[in-house]
Nanobody, 124 residues
Framework: QVQLDESGGGLVQAGGSLRLSCAAS????????TGWFRQAPAKEREFVAA????????YYVDSVKGRFTISRDNAKNTVYLQMNSLKPEDTAVYYC?????????????????WGQGTQVTVSS
């Protein structure tokens, strides 16, 4: 069992930055790939970024490439999402999730554990 706790969300103006953190507890965090997803009001939850177990491989949805960076510190059992040049369309609840898929995955149904989410609101 892995418990995930997101933090770092808030209200920011367009063009600003936020850094989300996801702290893990329970089983060995380094044994899981980790992803970030988001869900805007009245929309489906969508993949944002993922990172493999070691942190050496990352990938992103096209809409955030060049603006968001996912990273992890296994010694601290924490994964991060640095979000720069934020846009109003980035407004959503952001969730982190852990998967046993070795390289990570874009498929939300392949994630075994989820956090409660943190709200990100970008004003125009």
């Amino acid at each position: 069992q892995v418990q995930l706790d997101e933090s770092g969300g808030g209200l920011v103006q367009a063009g600003g930055s936020l850094r989300l953190s996801c702290a893990a507890s329970g089983r060995t965090f380094s044994g899981y790939a980790t992803g970030w997803f988001r869900q805007a009001p009245a929309k489906e939850r969508e993949f944002v970024a993922a990172i493999n177990r070691s942190g050496g491989f990352t990938y992103y949805v096209d809409s955030v490439k060049g603006r968001f960076t996912i990273s992890r510190d296994n010694a601290k059992n924490t994964v991060y999402l640095q979000m720069n040049s934020l846009k109003p369309e980035d407004t959503a609840v952001y969730y982190c999730a852990a998967s046993t898929v070795v390289g990570g995955t874009r498929n939300q149904y392949e994630y075994d554990y989820w956090g409660q989410g943190t709200q990100v609101t970008v004003s125009s």
